[in-house]
C-alpha cells in the first residue's frame, strides 16, 4: 500500500512519536510544580530514554546517537533561550552536563532493557 507511513501502530515510526511528545509536554507541568524535589533529572532520563524509544527501529548504535544528538539539541535550545529571551535554564556548566549525562543514561538504559527483553523472547 502507498500509504504504509501513515500507519500508527506502535511499530510505525510516527506511532512512536507519543513517547518523546509525552516528556516534551510534562515539562510546562514539570516548571510549574512547587515541590521541594527537584525533578528536572528524572525529566532528562524519561527525555533520554523516550527519545531512545522514539529511534530504536534501528540499529541501537544509531538510535543511541540520534537520542545524544537530541539532547544536546535540547541544551542548545535552552541556551539559546537563555541568551535571546534572558531566562534562566541553564545554571552553569555542572548542570548542563548533568543534564546531558542523565539523558544519555536514559537512552542506555531504555535500549539495554529493550535488548535484554528481545532477548529473552519478548517482542
Given amino acids: 500500500m502507498a500509504y504504509n507511513w501513515l500507519r500508527l501502530g506502535m511499530g510505525s515510526t510516527i506511532g512512536r512519536l507519543w513517547a518523546p511528545a509525552a516528556v516534551?509536554?510534562?515539562v510546562p507541568v514539570a516548571a510549574h510544580v512547587q515541590s521541594t524535589i527537584d525533578l528536572w533529572w528524572l525529566m532528562h532520563l524519561f527525555g533520554g530514554a523516550a527519545l531512545a524509544f522514539y529511534f530504536s527501529r534501528w540499529m541501537p548504535l544509531v538510535a543511541?546517537?540520534?537520542a545524544?544528538?537530541?539532547?544536546?539539541?535540547?541544551?542548545?535550545g535552552e541556551f539559546a533561550l537563555d541568551q535571546v529571551a534572558g531566562t534562566a535554564l541553564q545554571e552553569g556548566?555542572?548542570?548542563t552536563m548533568s543534564d546531558?549525562?542523565?539523558s544519555v543514561c536514559g537512552a542506555a538504559a531504555y535500549l539495554s532493557f529493550a535488548a535484554l527483553w528481545r532477548g529473552r523472547g519478548g517482542r
Fill in 24 to 26: 516534551i509536554a510534562l
Fill in 64 to 66: 543511541l546517537s540520534f
Fill in 93 to 95: 556548566n555542572l548542570d
Fill in 100 to 102: 546531558l549525562l542523565l
Fill in 68 to 76: 545524544c544528538t537530541g539532547a544536546l539539541a535540547w541544551e542548545a
